[in-house]
């Protein structure tokens, strides 16, 4: 029997079967434990019991224990759009806003890097994320979510010098940052189909896509190209929301449809998308995204269109 099974044998029952490596070096013996599902009470009581089998096992003259925590299954959800312009970051962060008051944990990355504009619709402007070795910690928004961007990595005006890899390597800082509890992370894609479109692809493997589109044949057909995408890579769409989908009018409430209505519900079908919904252009929405207070942590039928989309997001998460 080698060194590593005579002390092997010595540990309880339960360090055994959950044991990941035991080493013994220089008469330091370091026991790493796969602790997923364990309490902080299991856990301590555990620990305890590996010193205690171990302290006077020949050769040991110190023990360690590393408990290997349950990582969260973090999912992802890309947000992309074929264009700029149709509202792809309004509705990244009310989504990500609505989720968090469907009870779900979830964190932002802003990966625009030609516009990024999260940290205005969430109030944290000016605000600059700390970072634990290497890490960057989200910063904290007051709509229990952390969020992370691009605009925190560059300098303001230089986003548009940044290509392929200093972009890709952007991406993922902000991807693997510390998310802490987080299972969801809502990712605002640059518009179009770009680098960071595939780096995200190639890397980061999205759960799933959420596709943003306004009523109008052209952003619909640029939206039709997003799909094919994320198609082509494997990742799964989720579905088509419509933004600015009917004009609310500030002074009578009463709705029209200056681009027209129901086609981007005819194109997801065509494609054989889901539609996840309508949000109406509504001055309301613009002045609240622009005061840092998004709609959907308020009350009011245009809460209600994102509380409705993430949902039908969650939803598609959980049956997945
Ligand atoms: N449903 C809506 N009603 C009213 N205004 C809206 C709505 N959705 C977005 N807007 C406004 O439209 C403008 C563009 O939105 P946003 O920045 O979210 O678009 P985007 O697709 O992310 O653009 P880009 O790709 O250029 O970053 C913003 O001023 C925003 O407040």
């Not at 990355?109 to 940290?119: C, E, F, K, M, W």
């Amino acid at each position: 029997m080698s060194d590593n099974d005579a002390l092997k044998s010595l540990l309880p029952p339960l360090a055994q079967a959950r044991l990941q490596s035991l080493r013994l070096a220089d008469g330091t013996a370091t026991v790493i434990l796969d602790a997923s599902g364990f309490d902080g009470i299991e856990r301590d009581r555990l620990e305890a019991a590996i010193k205690e089998a171990l302290a006077a096992a020949p050769g040991v003259s110190e023990v360690r224990v590393a408990m290997m925590a349950d990582k969260p299954r973090r999912r992802i959800i890309a947000v992309g759009s074929g264009k700029g312009g149709v509202g792809k970051s309004t509705v990244s962060a009310n989504l990500a806003v609505a989720l968090a008051r469907l009870g779900r944990k979830v964190g932002l990355v802003d990966a625009d890097i030609y516009g990024p504009s999260q940290p205005r619709l969430l109030g944290t402007e000016g605000k600059r994320p700390d970072a634990r070795e290497k890490q960057l910690i989200p910063v904290p928004t007051a709509f229990g979510l952390g969020v992370l961007s691009m605009g925190n990595l560059i300098e303001p005006g230089k986003a548009i010098a940044w290509r392929g890899p200093m972009a890709g390597n952007a991406l993922g800082q902000l991807v693997d940052a510390d998310w802490g509890a987080a299972e969801i992370l809502v990712v605002d894609l640059p518009p179009g189909t770009g680098d960071v479109q595939l780096t995200m692809l190639q890397r980061h493997k999205p759960a799933g896509a959420v596709i943003v589109s306004t009523p109008q044949d052209l952003a619909l057909i640029d939206a039709t190209r997003a799909m094919q995408l994320f198609e082509a890579g494997q990742v799964p769409v989720i579905g088509l929301v419509e933004n600015m989908a009917g004009y609310v009018c500030p002074h009578c409430g009463e709705v029209s449809d200056p681009f027209g209505r129901g086609g981007a519900e005819a194109e997801a079908a065509r494609l054989g998308h889901a539609f996840l919904g309508r949000i109406p252009l509504d001055m309301m929405i613009r002045q609240a995204s622009d005061a840092g207070v998004p709609p959907a942590a308020g009350d009011g039928p245009q809460a209600e269109a994102f509380l409705a989309l993430a949902r039908r997001v969650a939803t598609w998460l959980d049956n997945s």
